[in-house]
């Protein structure tokens, strides 16, 4: 089950326009397009090393955390 703040994930599909038609590669620079990656609250250690590892490996400067949305609100 998904938490409900990820609830417009399923609009996208609607929302994005068509940039181009399949089969066409588009280049482009992921470090503009990713501020930061968000691993789930109850992500175990070793998931969060690994998706930082790989981004480490593939050049992305974006931050690797984990998510705080089971924090207690303040």
Sequence with gaps: ??????DQEDTWPEVLP???????DVGVNPNVLIEAVV?????????????????RRYGLTASVARSDLDEEPV
């Design 1 to 6: 089950m998904r938490h409900r703040r990820y």
């Design 18 to 24: 068509d940039i181009a038609p399949a089969g066409v």
């Design 39 to 55: 691993v789930a609250p109850e992500a175990t250690e070793w998931l969060l090393e690994l998706v930082q590892a790989v981004s």
